[in-house]
Every structure is written in C-alpha cells, then in structure tokens.
C-alpha cells in the first residue's frame, strides 16, 4: 500500500500566524513554492496560504502586506491527511475538493511532517492515474447563478 508518508515532499516550512504577508512571500520564493502552511505559536498547523491569496485577498483590496499577517488570511480549518493515510483516499480528497496542495501531519500531534503537491503525484503514480487527478481538479465548476435565477447555484474550485 501506497502511503502519503511514501510521495510526500518533506522540509515543508510553515509561516508563524504572526509573520506578515511580505515575509510569507520571500519565504515563497525562496524555497520555490506556490503555498506555506500557517503553524500558531505552539507549530500546530492552522491554515495554509497561497501565492494566489496574498494577491486577492491582500494587495488587491489595497491592504499593506508588510503588515497584515498570515494568521489574518487563516480562514477555516485545512483540509489535511495523516501519514500513513493511503495514497487513494489522499487523491480522491484532493479531487473531492480540487486542490493541489494538501498538509501531511503526524498524529496526535497535529504537527506539519511534509506536503504533498500536483508535482509529487506526477512523480510517483502511473501516467492513467496522473490523468485522472489532473482531470478532476482542474475540473471547471460552474459558476453560482445570478440572484433570482431559476438555474440554481454550485460551488466553486478551491485551492490554486
């Protein structure tokens, strides 16, 4: 049985929910990336950031990234999967959800052990399944009908 712990990229760094967005974003280019997680005080994972939302939910709203911080762009809990999670069900929650990035964490102590990314699928699993996965997250959702509208509404794509 393939396991996250086999096709996970390890040396994943979290940006502390105190550090500003500017920081996260150095830290971004620095080691190459497209998402940090988001560790509180204690290194428990409580988010993840995205090159994507410091652009739209920061700069575009005309907000300062060298003082909002990470914790601030924190919403929810991260979808996450344990190590010893097998790499089936780790696909089909990243499809179910259409993302492209997912914490790997060690349990109980919820702590951030590695990642895994559209790249680390592509590594290691079969051409037939990398199609599969690519299809389904790339899927496009269609959009929430118009207010008043008889054509209902869906959800959007997550992730980035």
């Known amino acids: 049985m393939t396991t996250a712990l086999d096709i996970m990229h390890t040396g994943a760094l979290c940006v502390g929910e105190r550090e500003s967005l500017a920081d996260a974003a150095r830290i971004m280019r620095e080691q190459h990336v497209g998402a940090l997680p988001i560790c509180g005080d204690d290194d428990v994972l ?7 939302d ?22 929810g809990r ?12 780790v696909l ?17 102590a919820h702590r951030l052990i590695g990642m895994i990314s559209e ?6 699993l079969p051409q037939e399944r990398i199609a599969e996965f690519v299809a389904a997250v790339c ?8 207010a ?3 054509a209902g509404t869906a959800g959007t794509a997550q992730g980035s």
């Open 46 to 52: 409580i988010g993840i950031i995205t090159d994507r």
């Open 54 to 75: 410091i652009v739209l939910k920061c700069v575009a709203e005309g907000r300062d990234p060298a003082t909002m911080t990470a914790g601030e762009l924190a919403e």
């Open 78 to 89: 991260p979808l996450i999967v344990e190590g010893e999670d097998d790499i089936d069900e």
């Open 92 to 108: 089909e929650l990243m499809e179910e959800h259409q993302i492209r990035r997912l914490p790997v964490i060690d349990h109980p």
């Open 119 to 124: 790249a680390d699928v592509a590594r290691h």
């Open 139 to 146: 899927a496009e959702q269609p959009l929430a009908a118009p």
């Open 148 to 150: 008043g509208s008889a």
